[in-house]
């Protein structure tokens, strides 16, 4: 939702994206399908910070989404 509202206010470039849960924001959450096959479409360079078991790791969108459907 918030990438899509991003994108029809005219925004096109995201740095990083990141989902959290809780009062305090202390869990992090990986994208689901949709929103990973939308970060490809639309953001494919941002950095999506994933919770891991090392800690957080940022990994860009591309990589989320192994063989997308992609315009070329």
């Known amino acids: ?3 899509g509202a991003a994108i029809t206010r005219g925004e096109r470039d995201f740095a990083a994206v990141v ?5 305090d924001g202390e869990e992090i959450l990986p994208p ?6 939308m ?3 639309y953001a494919p360079g941002c950095m ?3 919770g891991t078991a090392e800690g957080p ?3 860009p969108a591309r990589e989320l989404l192994p063989f997308a ?3 070329e």
Do not use: E, P, T
């Open 19 to 23: 989902a959290v849960r809780g009062r």
């Open 39 to 41: 970060l490809s479409d």
């Open 32 to 37: 689901c399908g949709n929103c990973r096959q």
């Open 69 to 71: 459907y992609a315009v």
């Open 48 to 50: 999506v910070i994933l």
């Open 1 to 3: 939702m918030a990438l």
């Open 57 to 59: 790791r940022k990994v």
